[in-house]
């Protein structure tokens, strides 16, 4: 004897994520909307941060990394353009606070992947390392601002370096 087990409409996940695709589609749209005909002090500051939530929130629903990286990104960005105007910051701070929260959002990406779907994106600590290099040598600066100075005029050879790494191995066909 076989039971039948049918799966309602609502509960089918195509559905589900349909769904979910309309309410955030509506959410983008509204918040979209209200930022042209309402003006708020600080609206501007939330604009990033609110498309940001859909996107993660949105993506978690979905399990669909793709809107966890536009999530992630603008995070980074609302966060550290957010901090910029909140924080009593001067000289090369400004950009370094910046730069950390945009290593952030990068960040984010890799944590909500390895979390919510079945595939993490390691690919994410790249560019938020580099950021987070650059962003604390912005903060801490003294040497460090001299150590960006010069990685910042030696990563050309260091790529064709590299380049030459792999037409040699190519060469040899390894």
Not at 108 to 117: G, P, R, S
Request: proline share 5%; charged share 10%.
């Amino acid at each position: 004897m076989r039971l039948k087990v049918e799966q309602t409409e609502a509960s089918c996940p195509a559905k589900r994520n349909r769904i979910v695709t309309g309410i955030a589609l509506i959410a983008l749209g509204g918040l979209a909307l209200v930022s042209q005909f309402v003006q708020l002090p600080g609206m501007g500051m939330l604009v990033l941060p609110g498309l940001s939530l859909i996107f993660i929130v949105w993506g978690i629903a979905v399990r669909e990394a793709g809107l966890m990286i536009p999530g992630g990104i603008l995070g980074g960005i609302g966060t550290g353009m957010y901090l910029m105007d909140v924080l009593p910051l001067e000289g090369t701070a400004e950009p370094g606070v910046f730069m950390l929260a945009f290593a952030g959002g990068f960040g984010l990406i890799t944590l909500l992947t390895a979390v919510f779907t079945d595939e993490t994106h390691w690919w994410a600590l790249w560019p938020a390392g580099i950021m987070a290099f650059i962003g604390a040598g912005l903060l801490i600066g003294g040497v460090a601002l001299n150590l960006l100075n010069l990685v910042g005029k030696l990563w050309p050879v260091a790529l064709i370096l590299f380049g030459i790494l792999l037409v040699i191995r190519d060469q040899r066909g390894q």
